[in-house]
């Protein structure tokens, strides 16, 4: 069974840098593609990044320039490396393998 548990939300301010992380459990991680979601008070579920088992990238348009997610395959382990940061960033975050989604850690950006 697949299990994601993420870690590395908190409280940060404008400007400012966070890294997540999402470890994995059960079902083939290096081959899979995995995400970032993230949903704020009053809003839908949207994307912020993927990426291919082979390290292929794609990022929601909020996340481009800012944000990089990467994988180290040998730890099952998926990262979200979180730069400039924004108020509007303010969000829970998921992790996302497939049809399976982490509990979400809570991103708050503010002064």
């Known amino acids: 069974q697949v299990q994601l548990v993420e870690s590395g939300g908190g409280l940060a301010q404008p400007g400012g840098s966070l890294r997540l992380s999402c470890q994995a459990s059960g079902g083939f991680f290096s081959i899979s593609v995995m995400g970032w979601y993230r949903q704020a008070p009053g809003k839908q579920r949207e994307m912020v990044a993927t990426i291919s088992g082979g390290g292929l990238t794609n990022y929601g348009d909020s996340a481009k320039g800012r944000f990089i997610i990467s994988r180290d395959n040998a730890k099952n382990t998926v990262y979200l490396q979180m730069n400039s940061l924004k108020p509007e960033d303010t969000a829970v975050y998921y992790c996302?393998?497939?049809?399976?989604w982490g509990l979400g850690t809570l991103v708050s950006v503010s002064s």
């Open positions: 996302n393998k497939g049809t399976f």
